[in-house]
């Protein structure tokens, strides 16, 4: 590429990237190191998100099941396997061999139905994944979980944040590409509106299960270095809280941005990490998804392009468009 | 034989009492076309001001009447502040109602304290008859009579009333019902309100039935309503009646024949219906 | 003018961005038939679709029996006495006949009762369907339904919007007759293009054109007027 054509939003990238490596040697609390890496994981889950929500147009409730199955595979790989960095390699592959099985049959079984439809079949999905690791124990050690041992070099967290910041930097620009391809724009085509993409020769279906593919891709290499991040495992990477929590951060981050997530993802473990720490002061920041619930419905009514889609309309002066479907419903 | 006439009531007792939970959510999403997914906040306010209310009064009847004026009021209210912005986009309506069910669940905690707490039926509901071999206790007749009630009562109001016509015709074609001199603004609030009120409860109800309560029924209830309505067909009130006696009794006798399974019955249910017939089991294409 | 019964006073009105309605005035006598004339797009939907508020009036009044409807809701425009029959018709497809009526049916008094007979006797396949859902009517029954349901109430003034859309013209003549029978006792502001029925049963007439009122005068004068008629209705 060449440097001069660049642009101005992909230098701004590339600075905080390189200011983002300094972190761990200016903030060395541990704790605070911690959550820094889970923003980081939960930032790629987020995006992985919003390919299929903010670049396709498609609510599931069931993204959770490609996260959990990221972390089961490392998991049991480690676990079974020697605590080899050549291990973690085969329980990557692996993760992302199941990711794709599952997600293309999930997308041809799903993907033709209506929104609500969709979102209650992946989340009945995602639900019999959850029951399924909590039964067969032999292998998931059902609800209580299990942990396991990692080799020397990932065991380190100044390394575990180098490798989570590196493959956040990977997937943003990664998929920052692949939403700007022309792929990107036929997915945006069929968020804006499916019918006429259909009608203008585009097999909507294929490009939305490819979609769908990436996306379970992406949520499973999350799950891979939360599970890696964590050194344990139980039926929680299965919960649905989890695809609501990556689905409120898409959200408030701004759908359809890519860096929305991220910012998403950020202001959300910051804000649990910080005002759970308040519960000493008061009782009432235990409850803190009260100020988190709220904030979210007032960006769903009143910026429904989140933070940084507000942002960027701003800047651009585009009007302002919030998530909608295209099918005429009832009552204005 | 007597095993499976005992686990048949049971599944039905089970299966009116999703349909009370379905109800309320079938008439918003059949008649409004709204996705209310704070529906399980409606249920859990019901279930925690009824038995509050039960609980402080010694009379279920108040519990009862507490947990639906309960539902009526926060059905206006999310009426009007969470609803109102969004009608006819499915996507937002989705989304906004699904943040707004964690406020109200957690909002629980705030006013009646994070833990657990146990439901006892009124003494006049305990106990049970001896038929023959089989025992058929008290509360589930009762959970089957309130649901049979509910049933009847509101198909009557849809098909026979001026009111059920009207609301009926607001469907089909909002304007020309305003044009006929009809404020279908207030209806459609009224609607929701008893959607909500159904809600409610159905949590009173189910408080009772399972013993316990706490505040993360909310998500899950609402995760069932939404399964069962789905498979019934998105807004179809027979269909409502008929999944939820299904996903009743395929739970009563998968508890007992296959224990394994019997936690993942209501999303195999749906997967297989959804698979096989998209639109639901009476859903119209 | 103590006799006009509703009046529009330069209103205009948007269509989202469109600005649709650039000034439209014009007044309805009680009593007798008005017809708003104008190509295919020139505003005369959206004129009545203005008056009952079913789009907002952006600037100019509408006074209906002379109180300001311009700022009212739909249903309280409606109940002031002004029937609407839109150009769709709106007929309820899944109520039966019998259903579409009881919803309109405000009251269920003697007044409403007699206008419901005296409905039932101009249009005698409503009362032979009445059990058929709105929706397996034809083109013609379902126009005569939605007449029916904006008479039965007591209304003043019935707005229709081209009665005469996509029917046989047998079945124009029999809602030309009813129309022709109902204003005996009720004001009527018709849109309508076919000239025929139009020039028939007109008494006033206004032209819309790109958004505004160009012309008015009696049928009877247009009916001489050739250069009128081709400049704006393209009627050689």
């Known amino acids: 590429m060449n440097i001069r054509r660049m642009e101005k939003s992909t230098w701004i990238f590339i600075i905080i990237s390189l200011l983002l490596f300094i972190v761990p040697f200016i903030v060395t609390g541990r704790s605070m190191q911690f959550t820094i890496i889970q923003i980081f994981i939960f930032a790629i889950f987020a995006m992985s998100y919003d390919i299929l929500l903010g670049f396709t147009g498609i609510i599931s409730f069931g993204h959770v099941m490609f996260f959990g199955i990221g972390a089961y595979s490392t998991a049991v790989i480690m676990d079974r396997m020697d605590a080899t960095v050549m291990s973690f390699f085969v329980a990557i592959l692996i993760a992302v061999f199941i990711a794709v099985i599952v997600s293309f049959i999930v997308g041809v079984l799903t993907l033709r139905l209506k929104s609500h439809f969709y979102a209650m079949l992946t989340l009945a999905l995602a639900g019999l994944f959850l029951v399924a690791a909590e039964k067969w124990r032999s292998l998931t050690g059902g609800n209580d979980g299990f942990t396991f041992r990692l080799p020397e070099i990932l065991r380190d967290s100044h390394n575990l944040y180098m490798l989570c910041l590196v493959s956040l930097l990977l997937f943003f620009f990664g998929l920052r590409r692949f939403t700007k391809s022309p792929f990107g724009r036929v997915l945006m085509a069929i968020r804006e509106n499916e019918a006429r993409t259909e009608s203008l020769g585009y097999k909507v279906l294929h490009y939305k299960v490819i979609a769908s593919v990436v996306a379970g891709v992406v949520a499973s290499i999350a799950g891979v270095l939360y599970a890696l991040s964590l050194r344990f495992v139980n039926t929680g990477v299965f919960a649905t809280d989890l695809t609501i929590d990556v689905l409120l951060m898409t959200i408030i981050g701004g759908v359809g941005t890519l860096v929305g997530p991220i910012l998403g993802a950020g202001l959300v473990e910051f804000a649990h990490h910080w005002l759970s720490g308040l519960s000493d002061v008061h009782w009432i920041f235990d409850r803190w998804i009260i100020l988190y619930g709220t904030v979210y419905i007032l960006v769903v009514i009143f910026f429904p392009l989140g933070i940084v889609g507000t942002i960027q309309s701003k800047l651009t002066n585009r009007p302002v468009k919030g998530l909608q479907d295209n099918r005429k419903a009832v009552g204005k | ?285 | 003018m103590s006799s006009s019964l509703l009046k529009l006073d330069q209103v205009e009105a948007y269509i989202q961005k469109f600005h649709i309605l650039q000034g439209v005035s014009f007044e309805v006598e009680k009593g007798g038939v008005t017809v708003l004339l104008g190509r295919n797009g020139a505003g005369k939907t959206t004129t009545l679709r203005t008056i009952m508020g079913l789009n907002q009036v952006g600037k100019g009044t509408i006074t209906f029996n002379g109180e300001n409807i311009g700022d009212l809701q739909t249903h309280q425009i409606a109940n002031k006495g002004i029937g609407y029959v839109p150009e769709d018709q709106g007929v309820f497809g899944d109520l039966t006949v019998g259903e579409n009526m009881r919803v309109a049916m405000k009251k269920e008094d003697e007044e409403t009762t007699r206008r419901m007979e005296w409905v039932l006797e101009l249009f005698p396949d409503l009362k032979k369907f009445w059990k058929k859902p709105g929706g397996a009517l034809s083109g013609g029954q379902k126009q005569m339904l939605a007449i029916a349901r904006a008479y039965v109430n007591e209304n003043e003034l019935l707005l229709i919007d081209e009665p005469s859309k996509g029917l046989a013209p047998i079945i124009v003549d029999k809602v030309t007759e009813s129309i022709e029978q109902m204003k005996e006792n009720t004001t009527i502001l018709l849109v309508e293009q076919n000239f025929m029925m139009a020039s028939k049963i007109g008494n006033q007439f206004f032209i819309i054109d790109d958004g505004k009122t160009v012309h008015k005068g009696q049928m009877e004068e247009l009916k001489q007027d050739k250069v009128l008629m081709k400049k704006y209705l393209g009627i050689a």
């Open chain 2, 1 to 285: 034989m007597d095993l499976i006439i005992s686990l048949t009531v049971n599944g039905l007792a089970t299966g009116m009492l999703i349909f009370l939970l379905a109800a309320g959510l079938t008439l918003i999403f059949g008649l409004m076309s709204v996705l209310n997914f704070a529906h399980g906040g409606l249920f859990i306010w019901g279930a925690y001001t009824g038995v509050w209310s039960f609980q402080m009064t010694g009379s279920f009847i108040v519990g009862i009447i507490v947990a639906i004026i309960t539902g009526l009021l926060l059905g206006l209210v999310t009426e009007r502040l969470i609803i109102r912005p969004v009608y006819g986009n499915h996507i937002q309506q989705i989304l906004i109602t699904l943040g707004f069910m964690l406020v109200l669940q957690e909002f629980i905690k705030v006013v009646f304290g994070p833990d657990q707490k146990a439901v006892f039926p009124p003494e006049i509901l305990q106990g049970s008859f001896l038929v023959g071999d089989i025992v058929l206790i008290k509360y589930r007749l009762f959970i089957i009579a309130v649901g049979l009630l509910i049933f009847i009562v509101s198909s009557f109001i849809l098909k026979r009333t001026r009111v059920g016509l009207i609301v009926r015709a607001g469907v089909m074609n909002k304007e020309m019902v305003q044009s006929l001199g009809i404020n279908i603004k207030l209806v459609f609030m009224l609607v929701f309100m008893v959607g909500a009120g159904l809600a409610a409860l159905s949590g009173i109800m189910h408080a009772v039935y399972s013993g316990v309560i706490y505040a993360e029924m909310g998500l899950e209830f609402s995760i069932l309503a939404f399964i069962v309505v789905v498979i019934g067909g998105m807004g179809s009130f027979s269909g409502s009646l008929f999944a939820a006696i299904l996903v009743g009794l395929a739970q009563a006798f998968m508890a007992y024949y296959v224990p394994a399974l019997s936690l993942a019955v209501n999303m195999l249910l749906m997967t297989v219906v959804l698979i096989f017939r998209p639109q639901g089991l009476f859903g119209k294409e």
